[in-house]
């Protein structure tokens, strides 16, 4: 699963033509932890929650369990 969501988070980000550095002042995070993020790292439910929002995507698409956004 932690890779699934690293591809997906990784995809999502390049779609909005966004940096790791942006992205991570987003989230209020470094960007090595985007960098773990997308390198098949996990992160908790909270922030889970607010990428979901942010990208506008469901967890279970996110995390690999669907492949409906």
């Known amino acids: 699963m ?3 969501f690293g591809e ?3 995809e999502l980000r390049e779609e909005k033509g966004m940096s790791q550095r942006a992205i ?3 989230f209020g995070v ?6 773990r993020w ?8 909270t922030m889970l929650a607010k990428i979901c929002k942010f990208f506008g995507v469901t967890s279970d698409y996110l995390i690999g369990l669907s492949d409906d956004l």
């Open 24 to 26: 991570a002042e987003i």
């Open 2 to 4: 932690e890779k699934v």
């Open 38 to 45: 997308e390198s098949g790292g996990e992160t908790d439910f």
């Open 8 to 10: 997906r988070f990784r």
């Open 30 to 35: 470094s960007q090595m932890t985007i960098l």
